[in-house]
Structure formats: C-alpha cells, structure tokens
C-alpha cells in the first residue's frame, strides 16, 4: 500500500507538498540548482566521460525525478559529443515514500522543454500504481533507474550490493529535515555509509547542523560550498573515513579546523600550504632559516613545470598527470588574481635520444595510453619545429608543461598569503628540536629562541630529515647543480629534458642541467659539475651547439628531498615505532582486517619528498594537507592517499616481513 501523498500546483505547473509544506524545487532555479548541488556537486560530467567507471547514484526522495531526468538529460549530451561506447554506464537508485502518479509527474516537469523525451520515455515503464520497487531504463540501457517506493531507510536496506556496485555519488534530497524530520534520520545516513564506495562523493541542499554531524559520524569529509538560488550555501562531501573497514591505517586524525599553523620551510611547499591555508581563515606563521624565502631549491633561475609519466597508466604516473593538471589551475588562478612571476606554459618534450627511448616511443605510438594534451609522440621534424632547434631525433611531447620562475613564484604566493592579513613570515629562524607538551602542542627550539606552536608542518624539503622524528621517514637529499649560460640567440623555445635538460631563456640566460649527488649535502658550487651539465648535452644533444665555459655565468647547488617510491610525503606523522604491534598481521595476509586506529603524533604534519618536480606537485599536495587541517573532503581517492601517506613506509615494511612484534 503507498502513502497517499498530498500535493497542490502552482500557477506554472510546479508543484507543493500539502504534507511537508514545502516546494519540491526552486520554481526560479530548479534545474539550474539542481545541476549545481547534486550534478556539479557529485562531479558527474566528468564522471561520464570515463566509460571504465561506471556511475552509481543514490537518490532520498525521487520526488518529481527532476534530478533523474536532469542527470539522464547529461548522459544523452555526453553520448552524442563522444559516443556512448565512451560514456559510462549509469545505475540510479532512488526511494521515495510518498510517490507521485505518472500524471502528476507529467505536470510537475511540464516547464523543463529539453527533458520531454526523456520523461516521456521513463512514464511508458512507470508503473501506475507505484509500491514496491520497480526498474526502467532510458537510452537504450545506458541508464537504469531502480525505484524503491518506501522510507528511505527501509528501501536502502532492501539493498545489498557488492563491492564494486556499491554507491559512489549520493543525491541527498528531500524535504527540509525542519519539516521532514523522520527522514533524515541516524539509520539512514548508517545505510547510506554501509552502501557507499570507497571514496563515494555527496551532495545535499541542506547545510543543518545535525546531518553534518551524522554525515562525519558515519565516515564522510564534508565542506560548505556557495551556491545561487534561494539555498546560498549547500553540503558536499566525501566518503573517506569509512568505520570497520579493515583497513585503519588509511584512516587520517579527523579533528575540527585548526586556527593556527607553524610551517617549517620557505620554499615552493611552503608558500603554496601557507596561501592555500589562509584563503581557507587558518592564520599561519612560516619559519624559514634563511635570510630570505626561496634561498633552497627554489631559488634557481629558471625551474621546469612538468609531471614524471612512464608510457603506462601505473600509479605514480596518474598522481603526475592529476598534478600538472592541478598545478596549471593553480598557477593561473594566482596570475588572473593579479600576481605575477616570470613563466611559459610552452611545453616539454623528452628527446629519444638513443635506441632504447626510440623503442619506447615507437610503441606508445602504436598503442598509447594517455591522452594527446597529456602526452604524445612527435617525429624529428615536429621536434625541431617545438624546440627552435634542429633536432635528429623525434620524442614525447608535454603540451601543458613548461617554465617557471621558482624564487619570484614563491614570492607571488607569499604576497597572496600576507594578503590575507592572517599570514606572517620569520626568516633567520632555524628550527633544530620538535617537542610534543603534554598539552599536545610543540616546542620548537630556534636559533631564535623557543616558540610553542599548536599545529606544526614541516615542509623543509631536504632540510626535513634533519628533525626527529621526522627522520623516521626514508626520505634522502639529493645534491643537484644548475648551470645558467649567457643566452646569444640560439636558446630553445621549449623545455628539452635529454639525459639531462635545458630551458628556454629569461631574463637573457637559459639553464642547463643537473648532477645528481645522493647524500651530498655540499651546495657550495664547482666547476666540475658545470663541466658535466655541458658535456652531457654535449654528448645527448651533439646537433646543439656545444657551450663553451666561458657561458656559464652563474650556477648553483642546492637539495632535493627524495623518497625511495618517487612520490612526496603528504600527511600526518606516524607513530612509526607502534605500528608493527598493531599491523603485524599484515605480514602473513597483506588484506587482512584491522580495524584498530593507526597511531600518530597530535598535531604534526609532513609535507616534504617533491623531488625535482615541486612545481608540478606541490599544489596538488599542499591540497591534501589543506583537507587534513582544515576537516575538508581529500582531493584523491583512498588509494593516491595512501600512495603519499607518511605511514605508507612502515606499512610496505611490515608487510614484507621486515618488522617482527615481539609475539612474532
């Protein structure tokens, strides 16, 4: 037996619920705010053009279908501009406890011109009398919709899906909780948990306090979001905390916004965390050691934007791609919000410079796997047309690569953080010994004196090691030398990485390099290694002029922090000494459960390891160290999570049977 369910009509059609005394849509903006909290805010656009992925949707309240239809009407445009056999499949879960007969619904959507096809379609299989469940389809299957006509609750319970069917975007409507109160209810944001994805993303129109709470109880991140229409401000949210999962150590400390942050460092993770943090309200106080900001690794004349890609999609490559694409965002929101630093997005091209590259090429053309605007391959003569020079050998292209000026970069994200008038900088400040208090805070012993800081992150690059128990961490410096040479007209228009790599010109001089010393902390510069950058492109690149000593007018040495796996440290500090008590059994079963919480230092943070590549990584980085201090949905799924975790070391060693409890 369905519920009976009171309605009325307005003038345009649009319909009222007598029993909830409320509008089922913004009659000014439905479609419009639709798409903007539930299609933006679930991220579906882009979702549907991944055909591997299918989308699951999970819907409270069906309503008038608005959001169905609306969400079918993006899957019929994205069929038509790639072709559905490129287009994900999408399955949509829906309940509704006071349904709306064929008629109603008709009416209800009668202003939507666009959508009349697709209702239409989806009304032929709407049952007449609606109770149970019932599933249609639309799109020649592409998409299915399975309507459960009962509390939201209990129709979610219906549901047991396996692993990889599970829910991984949820439409979180209704009726306001203020007036449908039974709804939004403990159980069902335990069965919404219970039925999400690893990862599953949220939106909801309501920002009430209470399902905020219920949403982070159960295993979301969640943030506010502005939005127009009557509603200004709506919820999304990410399902990455998830409870008695198995899997613990994947679980970060879940505490509420920090209102103050120390960052150790003054290079190119350090401005970008210090303005990141400060649009968000979070006051910061940077600690730098030298007389200046950039004096390290970012203060090289000329530094190449670009990601590490192997020629197959694998992990370490598609946290690469993810970051040149957020990089580029980054870099040109400061620039159009006025700040200005010396750069080129002309591109990077890898020469195949010998037989071994030449293969490699050859057979990404014959069966590549990224996309032309991410990497592609070019012969000689395209080469050469890129880089300005006359190349004999073709290579792989990096279209959104490219320069930057390092120093004057981190000075422009300086200025935008002190903009913001809670950001202050102190240089000459040399941390040498973190202390936890009791109080949870840290005493920091400078070369200036004590300084207690409530929240601490330690962005100081190779300098990070150096601090306990940051040494814990496998990270090692790596000593390179840049060479800047005099520019006399034959610089190149593009970057060129060989077995070494060379730049365009700014400011009349290009650079060439660099050494790669491990375990050299020497950054006094010599003139054997300005030797070495020359004749390394002397011996790769013989069809470039060679450079003659004389050039060379300036050069420097400075450190790289790099890891063992080749991807930076992002997040909280483990405990690292506890961990093979609590996940020693690991070892014998790397899946097996535990639900135990894995240990870590209160209110300490790393962001360190980018490598040569800090200025392809460091924004996408400093935006998971943003989401951990600030309680904000992570940017990456659980898995680039763990890639980057500051544990993750401890973990791969335990599993390989490297640490024994003592019951072992």
């Not at 029993?19 to 933006?40: K, L, R």
């Not at 599933?135 to 609750?153: E, M, N, R, Y």
């Not at 961990?579 to 079963?589: E, N, R, T, W």
Request: proline residues 5%; charged residues 20%.
């Amino acid at each position: 037996m369905t519920n009976k369910t009171q309605i009325s009509f307005q003038a345009n059609g649009a319909p009222y619920s007598l029993q909830f005394d409320d509008i089922y849509f913004d009659t000014e903006s439905g479609c419009q705010q639709s798409e903007q909290v539930f299609i933006n805010g679930n991220n579906i656009n882009s979702r549907l053009l991944s055909s591997e992925c299918p989308v699951i949707i999970g819907e409270t309240g069906f309503g008038t279908g608005l959001n169905f239809f609306l969400t079918a009407h993006k899957l019929s445009q994205a069929i038509e501009e790639n072709g559905a056999e490129n287009i994900a499949d999408v399955t949509f879960y829906s309940v509704e406890k006071f349904p709306l007969s064929k008629a109603q619904i008709k009416t209800s959507l009668q202003m939507w011109h666009d959508l009349q096809p697709l209702i239409d379609d989806a009304l032929t299989q709407y049952p007449d009398v609606p109770e149970g469940k019932t599933t249609l389809s639309c799109l020649d299957g592409k998409i299915k919709l399975v309507l459960i006509f009962d509390d939201a609750t209990e129709g979610f319970k219906q549901l047991n899906l396996k692993h990889k069917q599970k829910i991984n975007a949820w439409y979180l409507d209704g009726f306001s909780p203020a007036n449908n109160q039974d709804m939004w209810s403990e159980a069902l944001f335990e069965q919404i948990a219970r039925l999400s994805s690893d990862d599953a993303s949220l939106a909801t129109f309501t920002v009430a306090g209470f399902v905020r709470r219920h949403l982070t109880n159960v295993g979301f991140r969640v943030a506010k979001r502005n939005t127009v229409g009557k509603k200004k401000q709506t919820l999304v949210a990410k399902f990455q905390q998830p409870k008695n999962k198995g899997k613990s150590y994947l679980n970060r400390p879940q505490k509420p916004k920090v209102q103050h942050v120390t960052i150790i460092g003054g290079g190119i993770a350090a401005a970008c965390l210090s303005y990141q943090l400060t649009k968000q309200g979070v006051k910061v106080t940077l600690l730098c050691k030298d007389e200046t900001i950039a004096e390290g690794a970012s203060s090289n004349a000329i530094g190449a934007l670009y990601p590490l890609i192997h020629l197959v999609q694998d992990e370490i490559s598609q946290f690469y791609v993810d970051a040149l694409h957020r990089s580029r965002a980054f870099y040109d929101t400061l620039l159009s919000d006025g700040y200005q630093f010396a750069h080129d997005w002309c591109g990077l091209l890898e020469v195949s410079y010998k037989e071994s590259l030449q293969v490699r090429q050859k057979k990404f053309e014959q069966s590549p796997c990224w996309p032309k605007d991410v990497i592609h391959s070019v012969n000689a003569d395209k080469a050469s047309k890129l880089s300005g020079a006359s190349l004999h050998s073709g290579g792989m292209f990096i279209p959104k690569a490219g320069w930057i000026a390092p120093k004057q970069l981190v000075s422009a994200l300086v200025q935008a953080a002190s903009d913001q008038g809670i950001f202050k900088v102190k240089t000459n400040t040399q941390v040498t010994e973190l202390t936890q208090l009791d109080s949870g805070n840290w005493l920091l012993t400078t070369s200036k004196g004590k300084i207690n800081a409530s929240t601490v992150v330690v962005c100081a690059g190779a300098d990070s090691d150096l601090l306990t128990p940051i040494d814990e961490l496998p990270q090692y410096p790596v000593r390179g030398q840049v060479s800047e040479v005099a520019d006399t007209g034959d610089a190149v228009t593009t970057v060129i990485c060989h077995k070494g790599y060379l730049t365009p010109a700014n400011n009349g001089n290009f650079c060439i390099g660099a050494t790669f010393d491990k375990q050299d902390r020497d950054i006094n510069t010599r003139d054997v290694d300005n030797d070495y950058n020359r004749e390394v492109l002397a011996e790769t690149l013989p069809e470039i002029a060679s450079i003659p000593k004389e050039r060379i007018v300036n050069s420097k040495a400075r450190l790289r922090a790099m890891t063992p796996d080749h991807l930076p440290i992002a997040g909280p500090m483990p405990k690292t000494e506890l961990y093979p008590a609590i996940f020693g059994k690991l070892a014998q079963d790397k899946n097996w459960k535990i639900n135990e919480p894995a240990p870590y230092y209160d209110n300490l943070y790393v962001m360190s390891g980018l490598g040569a590549r800090g200025l392809c990584s460091a924004p996408l980085v400093s935006d998971i160290l943003v989401a951990d201090l600030c309680n904000l949905p992570y940017p990456v799924d659980s898995k680039m999570r763990f890639n980057l975790a500051p544990n993750r070391f401890i973990l791969k060693d335990i599993i390989k049977g490297k640490h024994k409890t003592q019951s072992q």
